[in-house]
């Protein structure tokens, strides 16, 4: 028996978010935020701690410095459960890495400092621990630069040893979506990018278009599209499922949110449109409170939002049954 559900690499960080900013944003002046939060962030943090949230064994590889950020996000991966035995302290004057996020009208500018967090490489790695999982997931691949040369051979390893693959690519940085990239697909049985990103990956500004030519390339393609929810596909063959209605206070994480649900219910066995329907439930929950993780932290309020839903989707189910 696997010791862990699932075994992610990468980033640990912290998200500092500021709302209720002004209209206008001029330069050389004191502005002032009406509300702030600091959290755990980093896309494979926040998504190895809703899996644990969400009642997966799961095990983090991570670096952070011997700091207060550090020690901020350690300890609350610790407490969402993720077991951090192989994580790795980098010991230099650069620090643990921070986001600065800007709630702006109806957009959100982020600032990125990195700090040490994105040089985890080869040398980090427990192989042993990674392979004691039925699954990995990887998120964040154009930011791993320490790593990046390494995943092929880190995935075949995976592949070897009886895993299952799952890669969120993120947004590339320098929008070039190289071909080290598409070399990878080869090991991924799902990869799981939003929209906008498999258009970027394609090279395609039609998004259906892109979404067929990109599902050609990987056993299971997993497209998160935002309020129009998400889908899937596999072996040609196509499954829908609506986004969940909520009063959001910002979408800081809802994809790897998303993530954390859908793998859950994939590692279960459930149908797609399952996996799809339990993704677009944790992406929702997230999006109930500031960033990636926070509204995950209250697991009344977890167990209360997921049991409300599920006995409105049975309820659905009984009434379209009778029809």
């Not at 983090?60 to 077991?83: E, M, P």
């Not at 500031?290 to 189910?317: P, Q, W, Y």
Request: proline share 3%; charged share 25%.
């Amino acid at each position: 028996m696997s010791r862990f559900d699932v075994t992610l690499v990468g980033e640990a960080n912290l998200d500092l978010l500021l709302y209720g900013l002004p209209a206008e944003l001029p330069a050389d002046r004191e502005l002032v935020a009406e509300g702030m939060a600091l959290t755990l962030g980093g896309s494979p943090a926040i998504t190895a701690h809703n899996l644990a949230s969400l009642g997966c064994k799961t095990g983090l590889i991570t670096a952070v410095s011997d700091d207060q950020f550090g020690t901020r996000c350690l300890r609350d991966l610790g407490t969402a459960g993720v077991d951090l035995t192989r994580m790795a302290r980098k010991e230099d004057n650069r620090g643990t890495g921070v986001s600065v996020l800007l709630q702006h009208r109806d957009s959100r500018r982020t600032l990125t400092y990195p700090g040490n967090t994105v040089d985890l490489c080869w040398a980090d790695l427990d192989l042993d621990y990674l392979a004691s999982a039925r699954h990995f997931h990887l998120s964040s691949y154009f930011l791993q630069t320490g790593l990046r040369e390494d995943v092929p051979k880190l995935f075949a390893y995976l592949k070897q040893a009886g895993l299952t693959i799952s890669v969120d690519p993120n947004d590339d940085p320098l929008g070039l979506w190289d071909n080290s990239f598409f070399l990878v697909l080869k090991y991924i049985d799902v990869l799981m990018p939003n929209q906008r990103e498999a258009c970027e990956m394609m090279r395609d500004s039609n998004a259906e278009r892109a979404i067929a030519r990109l599902s050609d390339l990987v056993p299971v393609l997993v497209v998160k599209r935002g309020t129009r929810g998400a889908t899937a596909i596999e072996q040609g063959r196509r499954f829908e499922a609506e986004a969940i209605a909520v009063t959001p206070i910002d979408a800081i994480g809802a994809g790897d949110s998303f993530n954390a649900g859908f793998l859950r219910e994939w590692l279960r066995g459930s149908p797609l449109d399952q996996c799809l329907r339990f993704g677009n439930l944790a992406g929702a929950f997230s999006t109930t409170a500031a960033g990636g993780v926070e509204a995950f932290r209250n697991r009344v309020r977890l167990d209360e939002f997921l049991s409300r839903h599920a006995a409105a989707e049975t309820s659905v189910a009984a009434a379209q049954a009778k029809q």
